[in-house]
């Protein structure tokens, strides 16, 4: 997609502005279809370019959330909630204009559509709920979440090395976390080619505004089931025994259906974004088929 193409526009919400893309369908007359949102938590607007490319046929969205590159807090808070991102992600629905839309949702972007949907199902028509990392749904939940509020601590501490390292080592890991998770030895920055140094920085979404509510959030089956949303959860056929996949499992199981798998791993849409490589043409043709179903 090229600038041209690209309509960003400003919305105020309760504690931030929020600043959002839309990718016009191609050319042609007739009815046009569903708008699609591309959503992920931390990751922003810039994280989706390859995935919204193969979406040429339909009115693209991405946003940057609360907290992260362009979408600016004003409320001085250091958390935020996957309601308050749903939230965002409601007025920007309803500053479309457009009616319900369909929305692929990825990690914490995942989490937020769940709570969107169960608050307002009638603006969502399918959602696709990708890995979403929600460790309240797994059996060894205290463990998981314990480990992330250590994370979160570590952050506060010791800043972004030592903390990132933790939770790559953490997301990375194949099985639930062990009873003894605390005895491991803390994996060194270095070997993940983070800095080892403490800049004094305290600004990293995922680390310190995100990780918290997000792993803690418990879906409401109950809502979810009554919605009028369509929802669909989707795993990496490489993320297996992950945090991330376990939870969408546990997730469908929640819903009374089963995940779809999806190709690649948990950024398969990526097409080197952040350096990260997926299968995004792959991805997107199993998310279209998705779509149409």
């Known amino acids: 997609m090229t600038e041209i193409d690209t309509d960003t526009r400003t919305l105020e919400a309760t504690g931030a502005t929020l600043r959002y893309d839309i990718r016009a369908a191609a050319g042609g007359s007739g009815e046009r279809p569903t708008p699609l949102f591309l959503i992920g938590s931390p990751m922003d607007a810039s994280g989706f370019v390859t995935l919204a490319s193969h979406f040429t046929d339909r009115t693209v969205v991405t946003y940057d959330p609360r907290g992260v590159a362009r979408s600016v807090r004003t409320d001085g808070a250091a958390e935020a909630t996957p309601e308050e991102h749903a939230d965002d992600l ?78 790559i080592a953490l997301t990375s890991r194949k099985g639930p976390v062990p009873a003894d998770w605390a005895d491991e030895p803390a994996p060194s920055p270095a070997t993940f080619g983070l800095p080892t140094e403490d800049d004094g920085s305290r600004d990293d979404a995922l680390l310190g505004q995100n990780i918290r509510a997000c792993t803690g959030y418990r879906p409401d089956f109950a809502a979810l089931r009554a919605a009028s949303t369509r929802i669909v959860v989707a795993v990496g056929e490489e ?32 097409g080197g974004e952040y350096g990260q490589q997926g299968a995004p043409t792959e991805f997107a043709k199993a998310l279209h088929d998705v779509l149409a179903g």
Do not use: W
Not at 101 to 124: H, I, K, M, Q, W
Not at 250 to 268: C, D, I, M
């Open 90 to 167: 409601r007025r920007i629905i309803e500053a479309l204009g457009t009616g319900p839309v369909d929305v692929f949702a990825s990690s914490g972007g995942a989490v937020n559509a769940l709570a969107l949907v169960a608050r307002n199902g009638d603006l969502v028509r399918t959602l696709v709920a990708h890995e979403p990392p929600t460790a309240q749904v797994l059996p060894d939940r205290e463990e998981a979440l314990a480990l992330c509020a250590d994370i979160h601590a570590t952050y506060l501490r010791d800043g972004m090395g030592p903390a990132m390292a933790k939770f």
């Open 239 to 270: 993320s297996e025994g992950e945090l991330a996949h376990r939870a969408g499992v546990e997730v469908a199981v929640g819903l009374g259906s089963e995940p779809v798998v999806f190709p690649s791993h948990h950024g398969g849409f990526l």
